[in-house]
């Protein structure tokens, strides 16, 4: 183990101010270490994390598990040599398991922090263990696979497994949906999990049948667990007979005495997930949205008395979506992280009172953990001028500290403004707020030209987060402004404007994108009217999209536009992408059944195309489809609009690959030079 100091990592900050600056590159971006899965260890000195980084040379990741003591004041790497090592899981006794590839496939190994810096292999699964839990006797873990729901035992599958991979038929025959999920084709297969004991040949499905656990999409952090006293096993699973139209997961609960299952949220057809033992196992309490179809309804918490059987809704007056939870100690209050305006701060709720109280405000945080003392809460947080780090916050004080600076020494040169928050009268008479991101080295006094950026989702907000796909620093560095608008839809403002974008995708959040760039022309003398880009991904590329039908409607002229694995054809998406219920939800029924899919669609408004366009788009992104890119790059080009398309064949709707991103931000913000001239 190589122990570094963080004490020395801070002198970093304290660089002579003389030192010279300059602006962040991709290089600077790309290298930053990816921070996540925190472990606090049982005796709470120590929290164990893994380090995601890249090595673009090579196009890979690799990822290590590092360790920091609770009072900030060292840092220690735990693994070295090949592999990937990551989901760090602490035993009672201390011992750190964790997955590593190692030896090949992923297995489950451990290693003595206290006595040995020995790493020993727990496991030999056929074809590995990409995550675990421990059983609550830690005698077993748990792990979920795919496999033939046929199989009679983890044996006949495995077997299975082999036979496809060797078969020279590569053919698929389709019996029904979903028959691929975001990037890869189901096959047949079915998620569940099984029960062993390390050392052993011996393996128990827990999930057995033609359904999923975890559920293929929707799910919580932890979509299975066993409750700390051993008699309750919990997962997660959608029953419902087409899961391609339905976001009906349910919480299950089982006796492990009786055997005695019970669905929690049988009389709830909307979507429920992430359960949580609270640590007396008293109770058990999840995440559940009310709205049967709508995969973007606000999350609530609901608590059920293990002992009594009830359930009741603990957070029915907050207005916002909860993002995640954590219990006390004493059984008597919930942490949680929600989102509003561009943070997820963390609150505090009392059970019997259902009181709430933001304890640590503007905040970006995830990944909530409490010590084992029940004193202090660990998390992660960012900016968009600092990826992830980890931080305390002790409870009595409300004081907060910063464990980690893991990413000091890449940024320690590098000139990065913070975002700043503004406010415009948009759609509706009602208040939108944005994100406004000025460039290194900025002079009020210059012009700088624009990059006005569109989030997807839609059900989705910018937030003041370190992006590695869509990073706001990255697009300013070259001398750029950037805006991001968190139009209607956006969550983090009430569920009322959440909803207010279903049905309505070219109406509100298209006015309040026409007024916001209005707003920010006319209200920051700083920003060059006439050189203003755009570009979005996802809904955000379906907003490109219907922009470049309807750029007329803007007061100030876009130089040029970048659509990102936008809908192009609201229609033939339907029939192509893998989740229905969110297209039906967002459109109002089929394409049989309503007319929006024809209203807002930006196929029927090509013979206005005119602003130079890049498109991008990905062979393996099933989501939305590579045709829609193609369709919408052969507009423009018929239309003879100046446009180009950057097609990645072994991407999904994110662009991941080292190389590919490098890509990809050198024709992104080539695009933009190409377009708008020297920004300097």
Known sequence: MKKISIVVLCLFLSAPLWSQKRALTFEDMFAAGRLSSPAVSPDGKLVVFAVKTPDIAANTYQTHLYAADLQGQSLIKLTEGKGNHSHPRFMRSGLLTFVSTRDGDPQLFALDLKNSDQVKALTTVAGGVSDFIWSSDEKNIAFAKDVDPRAESFAAAVAMEKEAAASNIKAKLLTGLMFRVWDSWRDGLRSHVFLHQPGTSEFTDLTPGEFDTPPLDLGGSQDYLFSGDGNWFAFVKNTDPVVAISTNNDVYLRDLRSGHEKNLSIDNKGGDANPVFSPKSRYLAYLSMRRPGFEADKKDIILYNLKTGAGRNLTT???????????????????????????????????????????????????????????????????????????????????????????????????????????????????????????????????????????????????????????????????????????????????????????????????????????????????????????????????????????????????CLVSHDGIFDARSMYYATDELWFEEWEYGGTPWESALYEKWNPANYVDRFKVPMLVVHSENDYRVPVTQGLMLFTALQRRGVKSRMLYFPDENHFVQKPQNARLWWQTVLGWFAENIGDAK
């Open 317 to 559: 007056a907050f207005p916002d979506t909860i993002a995640s939870f954590v219990f006390g100690a004493d059984e008597k209050t919930i942490y949680f992280i929600a989102s509003q305006s561009i943070y997820e701060p963390i609150f505090k709720l009392h059970i019997a009172s259902k009181k709430i109280e933001k304890i640590v405000p503007a905040v970006n945080a995830n990944s909530l953990r409490l010590t084992p003392d029940g004193k202090s809460l660990i998390y992660m947080a960012q900016t968009v001028a600092m990826p992830q780090e980890i931080f305390k916050c002790d409870l009595r004080r409300r004081q907060q500290t910063q464990l980690t600076r893991f990413n000091s020494e890449v940024f320690k040169d590098v000139e990065m403004n913070r975002a700043e928050i503004f406010h415009f009268q948009g759609a509706k008479d009602e208040m939108v707020e944005g994100m406004l991101l000025k460039p290194p080295f900025f002079d009020a006094n210059k012009k700088y030209p624009l990059v006005f950026l569109v989030h997807g989702g839609p059900q989705n907000a910018w937030t003041d987060d370190f992006h590695y796909r869509w990073n706001h620093s990255l697009f300013a560095s070259p001398g750029y402004v950037v805006a991001a608008i968190n139009f209607h839809g956006s969550p983090g403002y009430g569920q009322a404007f959440t909803d207010s974008i279903s049905g309505d995708w070219g109406g509100a959040p298209f006015i309040d994108l026409v007024k916001g760039q209005q707003y920010l022309v006319e209200n920051f003398p700083f920003i060059d009217r006439d050189k203003i880009v755009a570009a979005g991904a996802s809904y955000g590329g379906f907003m490109l999209n219907w922009m470049a039908g309807h750029s007329d409607d803007f007061k100030y002229p876009f130089r």
